[in-house]
């Protein structure tokens, strides 16, 4: 992995870290004043545990050789040589081998966003507007076009690779913490 960038959206990592501290906050503060501790760990625990698998945990990484992709539970790695396709209808998603990986760090906003649009995200010489999906104002608009200067820069020769690493390990936390507060409140 040669020459590696990180795509992370600073809004997910400015709104992970804040929901971490809020719930911390509260667990902290039921220490203090006499709350019902174990009830507030597991339920404060698990937000603050469910903000780092939906805000901080997912990132792309692109380098030279290929595209690794970060979910809560799956981690992507493919060669640029494999990627046939890189879309961003909901998300960012590249597509091997007739399937569609979607990276969660790089959503598509909402048809609403069409309504921000300014002149300049227009094509040039149409009037036609791109897809949303497409903006360089969205997430899944910067990290698309990213990884297709990455994959049109890429000079194979090397070997092909496609793996995906299934961890199921942060849905077992989060649920094991949903338990401990349920088990709490009907002690």
Same mark, same amino acid.
């Given at each position: 992995? +040669?020459?590696?960038?990180?795509?992370?959206p600073?809004s997910?990592?400015?709104?992970?870290?804040?929901?971490i501290?809020?719930?911390t906050?509260?667990?902290?503060?039921?220490?203090?004043?006499?709350?019902?501790?174990?009830? +507030?760990?597991?339920?404060?625990?698990?937000?603050?545990?469910?903000?780092?698998?939906?805000?901080?945990?997912?990132?792309?990484?692109?380098?030279?050789?290929?595209?690794?992709?970060?979910?809560?539970?799956?981690?992507? #790695? @493919? #060669?640029?040589?494999?990627?046939?396709?890189?879309? #961003?209808?909901?998300?960012?998603?590249?597509? !091997? /081998?007739?399937?569609?990986?979607?990276?969660?760090?790089?959503?598509?906003?909402?048809?609403r966003?069409?309504?921000?649009?300014?002149?300049?995200?227009?094509?040039?010489? #149409?009037? +036609?507007?791109?897809? @949303?999906?497409?903006?360089?104002?969205?997430?899944?608009?910067?990290?698309?076009?990213?990884?297709?200067? /990455? /994959?049109?820069?890429?000079?194979?020769?090397?070997?092909?690779?496609?793996?995906?690493?299934?961890?199921?390990?942060?849905?077992?936390i989060?649920?094991?913490? !949903?338990?401990?507060?349920?088990?709490?409140?009907? !002690?």
């Amino acid at each position: 992995m +040669t020459n590696s960038e990180k795509f992370r959206p600073g809004s997910a990592v400015a709104s992970g870290w804040f929901l971490i501290a809020f719930f911390t906050g509260f667990i902290v503060q039921s220490l203090f004043f006499d709350g019902d501790v174990l009830l +507030t760990i597991g339920i404060c625990g698990a937000g603050a545990f469910g903000s780092y698998l939906l805000f901080l945990k997912p990132y792309v990484l692109l380098f030279d050789e290929g595209i690794k992709i970060i979910n809560p539970t799956k981690e992507i #790695t @493919v #060669t640029w040589d494999l990627v046939e396709e890189i879309e #961003t209808k909901y998300s960012m998603s590249i597509q !091997i /081998r007739g399937e569609s990986y979607y990276a969660w760090a790089a959503p598509a906003p909402s048809g609403r966003h069409s309504r921000r649009m300014h002149r300049t995200d227009l094509r040039p010489g #149409t009037d +036609t507007p791109r897809r @949303v999906g497409d903006s360089l104002q969205s997430d899944s608009g910067v990290c698309a076009y990213m990884a297709k200067i /990455r /994959r049109k820069d890429f000079s194979g020769g090397q070997a092909s690779d496609f793996e995906i690493i299934s961890d199921n390990t942060g849905l077992y936390i989060f649920a094991a913490l !949903i338990l401990l507060g349920a088990v709490a409140v009907l !002690i």
